[in-house]
Structures are given as C-alpha cells and as structure tokens.
C-alpha cells in the first residue's frame, strides 16, 4: 500500500503561480513513477505531468513552459510548479504513483484560478 498526501492547491489569479506537494508513504520502495492529474468539471481525469524513477518526464502540452514537476527523494515528495496560471487550469489535482502493478491515487485538491 502506498499514501499519497496532497497539499498546496488554491485560489489563485490569473498569471499567478502556485506549487503542490504530494508526499508518498508506505511501501514506497520500487515507485514506478509519481505525477499528477486534473478533472475540471464535467470532464475526464487528464495527466498534467509524470515522472518516472528514471528521471523522464511527461507533460501535458496545455501546460509545457508553465508547470514543472519534480521530486525530492529524501522526502518522499513530489512537487508540481504552477506558473502563469490560466482559468482553464482550474480543477481538482490528484497526486497519482504508479507501483506495478498498482496504481494509488490522493484525495485530490482543488485548484482555482480567478480573479
């Protein structure tokens, strides 16, 4: 089993930034990959951005040049950076860690952009 913790979704403005946190616990040992999602209302769940153990990396086009995903292993966290926030970004983010071969996903937290 593995926890995943989100935090750091808000309000925000348009052009704004805002940065998530997703701290894993549990058996983390052997993470495929950790990254997030977002479903805006009335749509389906979409991936924001992915990265695996290895180090590689995959964002969403809506988003490139705006959020950065990284990690910090010592912590067992995942952080997605948000900058130059649209309206269009507003949704509930999850956390999700692939561990093979299940997949776990947070709670969720909502983020809104508006001014």
């Known amino acids: 089993q593995v926890q995943l913790v989100e935090s750091g979704g808000g309000l925000a403005q348009p052009g704004g930034s805002l940065r998530l946190s997703c701290a894993a616990s549990g058996s983390i040992l052997n993470i495929y990959a950790m990254g997030w999602y977002r479903q805006a209302p009335g749509k389906q769940r979409e991936l924001v951005a992915a990265?695996?153990?290895?180090?590689?990396?995959n964002i969403a086009d809506s988003v490139k040049g705006r959020f950065t995903i990284s990690r910090d292993n010592a912590k067992n966290t995942v952080y997605l950076q948000m900058n130059t926030l649209k309206p269009e970004d507003t949704a509930v983010y999850y956390c999700?860690?692939?561990?093979?071969?299940?997949?776990?996903w947070g709670q969720g937290t909502q983020v809104t952009v508006s001014s």
């Open positions: 990265l695996t153990l290895g180090g590689n990396t």
């Open positions: 999700n860690a692939v561990h093979p071969p299940h997949t776990y």
